[in-house]
């Protein structure tokens, strides 16, 4: 008697191949369970065996990356690079403690989240450029609700901050009504009739050229539609990059974050070491980097690494106690580590 295994329409070679990789639905076919519950149970160990391989791989490269490519920061008083990589340590350097401090005060958080750096080191860039005062308008490009667009509303002559707020995409950071009523959101008093909530793609601002001081969007360019149809070759972001660079004066500053594969894999939407210079900044025409790119992580941030399916993606779900030890800086998707990218730009 011929045993048939009831494992989808494959043909026989990808059957094998499924019981090699789980030798334990032998005893499902065995035992006459139907195919649909087979099919499942494979996918469900498919999943299993990959999120195990994933990690495996992740950690041998962490691994790697600490005995071979060793990076500290020693001297918390030094001034803080721009165009790099988030690190643990930027905790505690002076000048970012400073801003995250000032940020922390006013929205009550007290954790370790690589948004706060994202915010605390666009100010820091905008400080440090002479932009953050009461004379610059500035844009902020697929912005949401993020606390931050407050503070800089109470520090800028202006601020317009623009996302889709459809309702639909990304819609508990991005409300449908927030443009009507942010003070609704607004996590401490700001100056009202300096914030200014649009409407608005991305990628086609509905601005004159040249009619801002600063720009800024933070880790929200990468999950912008090419406009075709699909993600492919970032070009989404691209083209929303070359719209802020449109729409800055001369001499305006972009400030962007967005996410970075620090193991380089390839990915539609993050970037890694070759993509983020041949998708994003090398097509840029009249945006330049303030200062080198600099791509290296430090060996304590590599000991930080999480989940991004347990943590990040329920970060607002978890306990304060549990949040206050668990810092999210380095991420593990799978096989994919990725953390936060600052690119400070001037236009020409």
Same mark, same amino acid.
């Given at each position: 008697?011929?045993?048939?295994? +009831?494992?989808?329409?494959?043909?026989?070679?990808?059957? #094998? @191949? &499924?019981?090699?990789?789980?030798?334990?639905?032998?005893?499902? #076919?065995?035992?006459?369970?139907?195919?649909?519950?087979?099919?499942?149970?494979?996918?469900?160990?498919?999943?299993?065996?990959?999120?195990?391989?994933?990690?495996?791989?992740?950690?041998?490269?962490?691994?790697?990356?600490?005995?071979?490519?060793?990076?500290?920061?020693?001297? +918390?008083?030094?001034?803080?690079?721009?165009?790099?990589?988030? @690190?643990? =340590?930027?905790?505690?350097?002076?000048?970012?403690?400073?801003?995250?401090? =000032?940020?922390?005060?006013?929205?009550?958080?007290?954790?370790?989240?690589?948004?706060?750096?994202?915010?605390?080191?666009?100010?820091?860039?905008?400080?440090?450029?002479?932009?953050?005062?009461?004379?610059?308008? &500035?844009?902020?490009?697929?912005?949401?609700?993020?606390?931050?667009?407050?503070? $800089? *509303?109470?520090?800028? @002559?202006?601020?317009? &901050?623009?996302?889709?707020?459809?309702?639909?995409?990304?819609?508990?950071?991005?409300?449908?009504?927030?443009?009507?009523?942010?003070?609704?959101?607004?996590?401490?008093?700001?100056? =009202?009739? &300096?914030?200014?909530? $649009?409407?608005?793609?991305?990628?086609?601002?509905?601005?004159?050229?040249?009619?801002?001081?600063?720009?800024?969007?933070?880790?929200?360019?990468?999950?912008?539609?090419?406009?075709?149809? /699909?993600?492919?070759?970032?070009?989404?972001?691209?083209?929303?990059?070359?719209?802020?660079?449109?729409?800055?004066? +001369? /001499?305006?500053? *972009?400030?962007?974050?967005? =996410? @970075?594969?620090?193991?380089?894999?390839?990915?539609?939407?993050?970037?890694?070491?070759?993509? !983020?210079?041949?998708?994003? #900044?090398?097509?840029?025409?009249?945006?330049?980097?303030?200062?080198?790119?600099?791509?290296?992580?430090?060996?304590?941030?590599?000991?930080?690494? !999480?989940?991004?399916?347990?943590?990040?993606?329920?970060?607002?779900?978890?306990?304060?106690?549990?949040?206050?030890?668990?810092?999210?800086?380095?991420?593990?998707?799978?096989?994919?580590?990725?953390?936060?990218?600052?690119?400070?730009?001037?236009?020409?």
């Amino acid at each position: 008697m011929s045993l048939q295994i +009831p494992i989808n329409n494959l043909p026989l070679k990808s059957k #094998i @191949y &499924a019981i090699r990789r789980h030798p334990s639905i032998i005893k499902d #076919i065995v035992q006459g369970k139907g195919s649909s519950e087979i099919r499942s149970k494979v996918r469900l160990l498919d999943e299993k065996l990959a999120e195990r391989q994933g990690e495996k791989e992740t950690l041998d490269f962490v691994s790697y990356l600490k005995n071979n490519s060793p990076y500290n920061i020693t001297n +918390p008083n030094c001034q803080p690079k721009l165009n790099r990589l988030c @690190y643990i =340590e930027d905790w505690e350097n002076s000048e970012i403690k400073e801003a995250l401090t =000032e940020l922390q005060k006013l929205s009550s958080g007290s954790f370790i989240h690589r948004k706060d750096w994202e915010w605390a080191l666009g100010i820091i860039a905008m400080r440090r450029f002479g932009k953050l005062n009461e004379k610059s308008t &500035a844009i902020g490009v697929g912005v949401g609700r993020e606390e931050v667009l407050f503070y $800089l *509303a109470s520090k800028l @002559y202006h601020l317009y &901050a623009t996302d889709i707020y459809d309702g639909n995409s990304w819609k508990n950071f991005a409300p449908s009504d927030f443009p009507e009523n942010p003070k609704k959101y607004a996590p401490f008093p700001y100056k =009202e009739d &300096a914030l200014t909530v $649009l409407r608005m793609d991305g990628t086609k601002l509905k601005f004159p050229s040249e009619s801002f001081d600063i720009a800024f969007s933070f880790s929200s360019i990468e999950h912008f539609d090419s406009g075709g149809g /699909g993600k492919n070759n970032h070009s989404g972001a691209l083209r929303s990059l070359r719209e802020i660079e449109r729409v800055l004066k +001369p /001499g305006g500053l *972009a400030v962007i974050t967005t =996410e @970075y594969i620090i193991n380089d894999k390839e990915h539609p939407e993050f970037f890694n070491k070759r993509t !983020i210079y041949s998708d994003l #900044i090398d097509k840029l025409e009249r945006l330049k980097l303030v200062e080198p790119l600099d791509l290296r992580i430090t060996t304590k941030t590599l000991d930080t690494v !999480i989940d991004f399916f347990t943590i990040d993606l329920n970060w607002d779900n978890m306990d304060n106690d549990y949040k206050k030890t668990h810092p999210v800086i380095l991420i593990r998707a799978r096989n994919i580590l990725f953390t936060s990218i600052m690119l400070v730009f001037r236009k020409k």
